[in-house]
């Protein structure tokens, strides 16, 4: 995967589905976790979700598709992503629901990291103001890289030493390249919004 040399850090569709755990109905996240202790498949959660999409929560069509062959049958095979992304997302809102300590309901917010190991783990973070679930993955595995459709821009900036890779990007659809110590000669400190390609199947092309 040329463009995304060992990491990527993202967000997506995917994971933008679980902004509807905002921390203001906890009966949002009471029935979630029954429908997790169900016997429904992932899949048909995710269909379900795009059959009644809320102002947080929604899936296209593509979403689900994707999420069902690439993330739980083609991506990782041998990894059991499925059993630990339900139980990974089961433990989160657990976490975030009031306690014995705290009287208060947490929003969930998830983030995809990709990198050069060959482990699929979930990780949760309990904060002061927010449940963080982190989702590390290694690199997918693609049988092809197919041609994007269009670029989506992530709400995540990156603040990094320039690689040499970051001159292979298409300037025409990434998003500019920020220098932030211009009379340095090195390290060269460089500013950019992450962003991926939209594909069929999507996937990301860069971090």
Same mark, same amino acid.
């Given at each position: 995967?040329?463009?995304?040399?060992?990491?990527?850090?993202?967000?997506?569709?995917?994971?933008?589905?679980?902004?509807?755990?905002?921390?203001?109905?906890?009966?949002?996240?009471?029935?979630?976790?029954?429908?997790?202790?169900?016997?429904?498949?992932?899949?048909?959660?995710?269909?379900?979700?795009?059959?009644?999409?809320?102002?947080?929560?929604?899936?296209?069509?593509?979403?689900?598709?994707?999420?069902?062959?690439?993330?739980?049958?083609?991506?990782?095979?041998?990894?059991?992503?499925?059993?630990?992304?339900?139980?990974?997302?089961?433990?989160?809102?657990?976490?975030?629901?009031?306690?014995?300590?705290?009287?208060?309901? =947490?929003?969930?917010? /998830?983030? @995809?990291?990709?990198?050069? &190991?060959?482990?699929? #783990?979930?990780? *949760?973070?309990?904060? +002061?103001?927010?449940?963080?679930?982190?989702?590390?993955?290694?690199?997918?595995?693609?049988?092809?890289?197919?041609?994007?459709?269009?670029?989506?821009?992530?709400?995540?900036?990156?603040?990094?030493?320039?690689?040499?890779?970051?001159?292979?990007?298409?300037?025409?659809?990434?998003?500019?390249?920020?220098? =932030?110590?211009?009379? /340095?000669? @090195?390290?060269?400190?460089? &500013?950019?919004?992450? #962003?991926?390609? *939209?594909?069929?199947? +999507?996937?990301?092309?860069?971090?």
């Amino acid at each position: 995967m040329p463009p995304m040399p060992v990491y990527y850090v993202g967000k997506g569709t995917q994971f933008r589905v679980l902004d509807m755990f905002d921390g203001t109905n906890q009966a949002v996240y009471d029935a979630a976790l029954d429908r997790l202790d169900s016997q429904l498949s992932l899949t048909e959660l995710a269909d379900a979700r795009m059959a009644a999409p809320t102002e947080h929560a929604s899936l296209s069509e593509t979403d689900v598709k994707h999420f069902r062959k690439d993330w739980l049958k083609d991506w990782w095979p041998n990894l059991n992503v499925e059993l630990v992304l339900r139980g990974g997302i089961r433990k989160a809102l657990q976490v975030a629901l009031p306690n014995d300590e705290r009287a208060t309901l =947490l929003p969930v917010e /998830a983030l @995809w990291v990709c990198a050069d &190991e060959e482990v699929f #783990h979930v990780y *949760v973070n309990e904060g +002061p103001h927010q449940v963080t679930v982190i989702i590390f993955t290694p690199p997918p595995k693609y049988e092809e890289q197919p041609l994007p459709r269009h670029i989506f821009e992530e709400r995540i900036w990156v603040v990094k030493t320039r690689d040499d890779w970051d001159d292979t990007y298409d300037t025409l659809t990434a998003p500019s390249i920020v220098r =932030l110590n211009p009379g /340095a000669e @090195w390290p060269i400190l460089i &500013e950019r919004q992450l #962003h991926y390609a *939209v594909t069929d199947p +999507p996937g990301p092309v860069e971090s």
